[in-house]
């Protein structure tokens, strides 16, 4: 299929919250679009760097609420796109952890529309290293998994039973509808003494955090008043914070 002339998609990770956290290539596109179409987790601030002209269009999806569904949001970026204009599909983290952006790239180059797709960094990593947890670390963690909570059908996805069995730091995304069920599992599996973080509106001003162990994560959750959008990361590298920030908590300049 021929391209269509001056049409383009370019996918671009918008980072975890924080708008300082794009990637400059990233900015300097967004900066040159003519049509945005972002996310419910990106930071609005980013929409202030478009120019004048372009139409931006909030496409975002929660948990039991879509503005558009997926598929609307493939045929809407084609529809724009053949109007000989640089459509701009804005994701928050990184556009392919979690994000479906390989399946509105593919679709979009089904069409013969060029594309192009900008890394950004993923709240997976991003947010726990801001809070000084590491997801690997030597002596400590030689490997990480990131994961969804939950399968298509609403059940526990299958790798995370798999996770729980390993030494590895296990970091779940969209899955505070399912920690009860994640402790639950962690529970049967003799590890309720495993460290446990969770990060609300992860490097953003409106950021919290939540640190326990699996006994204790569901009160402190209550206490503390967390809810989504939130990543859970656990494993023994959660306790490594406390180190670094006793560190920091009593250096003092020479």
Known sequence: MSMI??????????GPGDPELITVKGKQVLEQADVVLYDALVNLEM???TKNSAEKVFVGKRKDHHEFTQTEINEMIVSFAQQRKHVVRLKGGDPFVFGRGFEELAYVQLHGIPTEYIPGITSAIGVPGLNRIPVTHRGTSESFWVLT????DGSLTEDIHIAVKTHATTVLLMGMHKLADIVKLYLQNNKGDTPIAIIQNGSTEH?????GTILTIEEVVRTQKLSAPAIIIIGKVVSLRNTIEGVVTNHKAP
Not at 149 to 152: E, G, N, P, Q
Not at 207 to 211: C, N, P, V
């Open 5 to 14: 002339p001056n049409s383009k998609l370019t996918l671009i990770g918008a």
């Open 149 to 152: 909570a939950t399968r298509s």
């Open 47 to 49: 929409l202030n760097w």
């Open 207 to 211: 950021e919290k955090i939540g640190i």
